[in-house]
């Protein structure tokens, strides 16, 4: 009985464990894989809780990517995502992500934070399309020739990782229109 028990409980324990493990944002992969600016090899975890590397796993053949470094940038990111979602419905072949980029941390602050953003998140969209960076930032600005962390940044890159067009900062008119004319020229 008492052997019973112990198997009951390790097979509890192990069972737990598994379940929990799927919660848990793995480390964020970073690969340079040129020397001009790119947007490199670098995966990590949506707030759906799947696993995607970038430029391998984005859906569009034109690819929004709005990179932010401090929690205070949500407020930048949230003027694009209007324009962004009108662009999607337009531009066949558009999809935007928001990557949210923090420095490497062990695994229970990596859920945390993740886990925290999820629950602020109920779009579902939203929540397939932002991916959180845990990565060494500085060689993920050096990829990209991201000069600080004090704004956001957007860049247009396809599925190789070419930069097509790049800004920072909130929405503005002006942005908006050059990536439009970037799209255009690209469809021709």
Same mark, same amino acid.
């Given at each position: 009985?008492? %052997?019973?028990?112990? #198997?009951?409980?390790?097979?509890?324990? /192990?069972?737990? &464990?598994?379940?929990?493990?799927?919660? @848990?944002?793995?480390?964020?992969?970073?690969?340079?894989?040129?020397?001009?600016?790119?947007?490199?090899?670098?995966?990590?975890?949506?707030?759906?809780?799947?696993?995607?590397?970038?430029?391998?796993?984005?859906?569009?053949?034109?690819?929004?990517?709005?990179?932010?470094?401090?929690?205070?940038?949500?407020?930048?990111?949230?003027?694009?995502?209007?324009?962004?979602?009108?662009?999607?419905?337009? %531009?066949?072949?558009? #999809?935007?992500?928001?990557?949210?980029? /923090?420095?490497? &941390?062990?695994?229970?602050?990596?859920? @945390?934070?993740?886990?925290?953003?999820?629950?602020?998140?109920?779009?579902?969209?939203?929540?397939?399309?932002?991916?959180?960076?845990?990565?060494?930032?500085?060689?993920?600005?050096?990829?990209?020739?991201?000069?600080?962390?004090?704004?956001?940044?957007?860049?247009?890159?396809?599925?190789?990782?070419?930069?097509?067009?790049?800004?920072?900062?909130?929405?503005?008119?002006?942005?908006?229109?050059?990536?439009?004319?970037?799209?255009?020229?690209?469809?021709?």
């Amino acid at each position: 009985m008492l %052997f019973l028990r112990t #198997v009951f409980v390790f097979g509890l324990i /192990i069972g737990g &464990m598994g379940l929990a493990w799927q919660f @848990f944002p793995g480390k964020s992969k970073l690969l340079l894989t040129r020397t001009e600016p790119h947007f490199p090899v670098v995966s990590g975890n949506n707030l759906d809780r799947q696993e995607l590397e970038f430029p391998r796993d984005f859906a569009g053949e034109h690819n929004l990517v709005i990179v932010a470094f401090q929690q205070y940038h949500q407020l930048k990111v949230n003027t694009w995502i209007p324009f962004a979602q009108e662009t999607e419905a337009s %531009f066949p072949g558009f #999809v935007y992500y928001e990557l949210p980029t /923090i420095s490497a &941390m062990p695994t229970l602050s990596r859920t @945390f934070i993740n886990e925290g953003m999820r629950a602020g998140i109920p779009d579902q969209t939203a929540r397939e399309r932002t991916v959180t960076l845990y990565l060494n930032k500085q060689g993920f600005k050096t990829a990209l020739a991201i000069p600080n962390e004090k704004d956001i940044y957007l860049f247009l890159v396809d599925r190789d990782g070419s930069i097509l067009w790049q800004s920072s900062g909130d929405y503005t008119p002006d942005k908006a229109a050059g990536l439009l004319q970037a799209l255009q020229e690209l469809r021709k």
